[in-house]
C-alpha cells in the first residue's frame, strides 16, 4: 500500500517535470528496459520511469492503475486479462540457466539428475544419475547444496514451470509458481544472491538468469531438453525455444516457452511481458506504445549485448497488428 | 499580554496534539491496518491454526507461521545469549578497570559500532563472516562438539556459514554496543561510597566489581538484556542475507532458517494471491503483538519491581 501511495506521489511529482511514463514491474528484464529508456530519453527528451518491484507488484498495480504499464515475467492467461481489462504483449525472450560450483567443465545434466538435484534426492555430485551423462568427468564425492530464490520471482516461475512440466513428481508434489515451498535447499535473494551463493559454496547449484551467470562468471550446465538432447544455454538455443510458439493476439500472445519441442531448443526459456490497462485514454497508451515500437526498431542490438533475445520481426509485426487492432498505432 | 498567552496556548495544543498522534495513534492505526489486511489468513488458517502450522507453500495457499516465529525467537535469544557476557565485559571494563584518561576513546569506540547501519552489519557477515565460519569455524565445531552425543546433534548438517549460528552472531554484534551502554551506566551509577566501603574491607578490585558493583546494578543489566531483545526482533531484517530464508525449523545451529521481518521483506512485493499477502500481514501482526508485548513486560514487571528495589536498596 505505501508502495502504490509512493508511486502516486512520485508519478504527479514527475508530471511537474515534463513528459514521463511511468512503469513497473519484473526484474528480470529491469537491465534492458532502463537501457531502452536511457537511449529513448537521449533521443526524444521522454523519461521512462521503470521500478524494477517484481512481476507480483507490476500486476497489482497496473490492475490498481496507478502506472502506465505493468511488466510480468508470468503472462496473464487470457481469461485474467479479460478480467482486470487489460492487454498484453511480449518484448523479449531470455533464459534461466543451472550454474554450478565444481572443479568440473561443461556438466550435463539430464532430466532426471535435474529433477532428482531440485527434489532433495540425490544429495551427491558422484551419484551415478549425474555421472551417466557425463562419463568422461571426474565428478567429486562433494555434497550437493541447491541455493534458489528467497523472494518471488519471476525467473522461479519458469524454471519451476520447467520442472513442473519435466518431472511428473515435482509436479505432484511442489508445482510452479513465483514463489513454491522448496523441498531442499537454501535462498538467496535475487539473482544477484543465488550468484553470489553459487560462487561462495562448494558444491552448489542453482538457476539464475542468463546475464547474471555470465556476468558473474559463472559455470553453466547443459540440461536435457524434451527431444533428449542436451543443450548448451545461448541466444541461439533460446531463440530456438521460442520458435515454435505460436504467438496468438486473441490470446494476449499466452505463451510459455518452457519444455518447447525443437532439437536445439533450450528448455528453460521465457519471455517477458508488458501489460497496458484497455480503459485507459488512447493518448496515454499511445505514448507507451510509442516506446516499445522505437525499442522494436532500434532496441535489438541492446538486448542481445544483454543476452536477451530479441522478438522475431514476424511476431513484432503480429504485435504492432494487435495494437492497430485497439487504437494505439 | 494576550500574544504570550495565545503562543501557550498554542504550543500546549501543537505538542499535545504532536504526542498523541505519534504515541497513540500511529500505533493504533498500525495495528488496525495490520488486523484488517489479516482477516483474509484470518478467516482461513484460524488463530492456532497459523501460529503452529509448519507448512509455507504459495502454491497450493497453506501458510503457517511457527518456522518463521520459531526462527525469530530462536535468532533473538542466541544472538542475547551470546551479547550479556560480552556486553557485560566491555561495560565492566570501561566504568571500572579502564585508565580514566582511556575511557572516553573506548566508550566512542563501542557507540560509534551502534551507529553503523544494520545492513552494513549484513553485508559484512555475508562476503566476511559466511565465508569464515564456513571453511574454519563451523567444521571445528563439528569436530570437536559435535561429536559429543545428543548435544553433537546441534551441530549436524553441511557448513555453509549462511544458517542460525552465523545469524545469531552477527546479530550479536549488533546489539552489544547497545546493551553494553545501557549496563555501563547502569555501573556508572553505582555510588563511590559503596564502592569505597568494599575496599576499606579489604576487598580486591575484583571482588568490588562481583559482590558490590555487578548485584547493585543488576536492575540495568535486566533492562538493557529487555530493551537489546526488542531491538533484536526487529533487528532479523539485517541477517536476511545470513539466515537462508528456508521456512523450516531446524534441527541443528548449523541448518537455514528464516525470520518474520526476513519471510516479509523477501516475499512482500511478489505475493500475488490475497491469502498469501494478507499472511504476511498477519506473520507482521504477530510480530507486533510480541515486541510490543515484550515492551510491556519489560516496562511494567521487570524495570517497575527491579526499580523499586534498586530503589529501596539505596535508602
Redesign the interface.
Known amino acids: 500500500m505505501k508502495r502504490l501511495v509512493l508511486a502516486g506521489v512520485m508519478s504527479t511529482l514527475c508530471l511537474a517535470f515534463g513528459e514521463v511514463i511511468n512503469g513497473a514491474g519484473a526484474s528480470f528484464p529491469y537491465p534492458l528496459y532502463s537501457r531502452w529508456a536511457h537511449a529513448y530519453y537521449k533521443e526524444t527528451g521522454i523519461r521512462i520511469n521503470y521500478q524494477s518491484i517484481g512481476s507480483g507488484g507490476g500486476v497489482r498495480q497496473i490492475r490498481n492503475r496507478t502506472v502506465d504499464f505493468g511488466a510480468s515475467d508470468a503472462p496473464l492467461k487470457p481469461s485474467e486479462a479479460k478480467k482486470y481489462n487489460l492487454a498484453q504483449f511480449p518484448t523479449v525472450i531470455g533464459g534461466v540457466v543451472l550454474s554450478y560450483n565444481l572443479p568440473v567443465k561443461d556438466l550435463k545434466l539430464s532430466t532426471s539428475a535435474v529433477c532428482g538435484i531440485f527434489l532433495g534426492k540425490i544429495k551427491r555430485w558422484n551419484h551415478p544419475e549425474i555421472k551417466k551423462a557425463n562419463p568422461d568427468k571426474d565428478l567429486p564425492d562433494t555434497r550437493i547444496t541447491v541455493i534458489r530464490r528467497s523472494d518471488g520471482s519471476g525467473t522461479t516461475w519458469i524454471f519451476t514451470n520447467y520442472l513442473s512440466k519435466a518431472c511428473p513428481e515435482w509436479k505432484e508434489k511442489v508445482g510452479y509458481g513465483k514463489a513454491v515451498n522448496w523441498p531442499t535447499g537454501i535462498g538467496a535473494k535475487g539473482n544477484e544472491g543465488v550468484a553470489n551463493y553459487i560462487r561462495r559454496v562448494k558444491g552448489a547449484i542453482g538457476y539464475v538468469e542468463f546475464a547474471y551467470a555470465i556476468e558473474n562468471d559463472l559455470k553453466v550446465a547443459s540440461v536435457e531438453n524434451r527431444e533428449g538432447n542436451f543443450v548448451k544455454p545461448s541466444v541461439e538455443t533460446f531463440k530456438a525455444a521460442a520458435s515454435g510458439a505460436k504467438w496468438d493476439p486473441s490470446k494476449d500472445f499466452y505463451e510459455i516457452l518452457t519444455w518447447q519441442p525443437g532439437k536445439n531448443a533450450y528448455p528453460i526459456a521465457g519471455a517477458t511481458f508488458i501489460l497496458l490497462a484497455k480503459d485507459y485514454p488512447k493518448e496515454r497508451n499511445r505514448k507507451v506504445i510509442r516506446f516499445f515500437d522505437w525499442a522494436f526498431r532500434k532496441g535489438d542490438k541492446m538486448a542481445l549485448d544483454l543476452h536477451y533475445v530479441p522478438l522475431p520481426e514476424e511476431v513484432k509485426e503480429k504485435i504492432r497488428a494487435y495494437w492497430r487492432a485497439n487504437g494505439w498505432y | 499580554m494576550e500574544r504570550k498567552r495565545i503562543v501557550e496556548r498554542l504550543s500546549v495544543v501543537f505538542l499535545g496534539s504532536f504526542a498523541l498522534f505519534v504515541g497513540m495513534v500511529f500505533p493504533l492505526l498500525t495495528l488496525g491496518?495490520l488486523l484488517i489486511e489479516a482477516i483474509p489468513a484470518f478467516e482461513k488458517f484460524g488463530l492456532i491454526g497459523f501460529l503452529f502450522g509448519r507448512?509455507?507453500?504459495?502454491?497450493?495457499e497453506v501458510f503457517g507461521a511457527l518456522p518463521a516465529l520459531f526462527g525469530t525467537l530462536l535468532v533473538t535469544f542466541l544472538a542475547s545469549a551470546i551479547a550479556l557476557p560480552v556486553s557485560v565485559g566491555i561495560a565492566v571494563f570501561i566504568a571500572e578497570i579502564c585508565p580514566r584518561r582511556l575511557k572516553p576513546l573506548f566508550s566512542t569506540a563501542v557507540e560509534l559500532l551502534g551507529a553503523i547501519p544494520s545492513i552494513i552489519y549484513g553485508m559484512w557477515g555475508?562476503f566476511v563472516i559466511?565465508?569464515l565460519m564456513?571453511e574454519y569455524v563451523e567444521p571445528f565445531l563439528q569436530n570437536t562438539f559435535g561429536r559429543i552425543p545428543l548435544f553433537g546433534r546441534l551441530f549436524e548438517g553441511?557448513p555453509?556459514?549462511?544458517d542460525a549460528l552465523t545469524s545469531s552472531f552477527v546479530l550479536s554484534i549488533m546489539i552489544i554496543p547497545f546493551m553494553s551502554a545501557v549496563v555501563k551506566d547502569a555501573f556508572e551509577m553505582t555510588p563511590p561510597l559503596l564502592k569505597e566501603a568494599g575496599y576499606s574491607l579489604g576487598a580486591t578490585k575484583w571482588e568490588v566489581i562481583r559482590h558490590v558493583v555487578i548485584p547493585y546494578a543488576l536492575p540495568g543489566i535486566m533492562g538493557g538484556l529487555i530493551l537489546s531483545l526488542g531491538r533484536a526482533l526487529g533487528e532479523t531484517m539485517a541477517v536476511?542475507?545470513l539466515t537462508?530464508?528456508?521456512?523450516r525449523i531446524p534441527t541443528s545451529l548449523l541448518e537455514?532458517l528464516?525470520t518474520i521481518t526476513?519471510a516479509i521483506a523477501?516475499?512482500f512485493?511478489?505475493?500475488?494471491s490475497d491469502v498469501y499477502l494478507s499472511s504476511l500481514y498477519y506473520l507482521a501482526l504477530i510480530l507486533f503483538v510480541l515486541s510490543f508485548g515484550l515492551l510491556l513486560v519489560a516496562k511494567f514487571l521487570i524495570l517497575e519491581r527491579l526499580g523499586r528495589r534498586w530503589r529501596a536498596a539505596t535508602l
Open positions: 491496518v507448512t509455507w507453500d504459495p502454491v497450493r555475508l559466511a565465508p564456513a553441511v555453509t556459514g549462511v536476511a542475507f537462508g530464508n528456508v521456512h537455514p528464516t526476513v523477501n516475499e512485493t511478489e505475493a500475488v
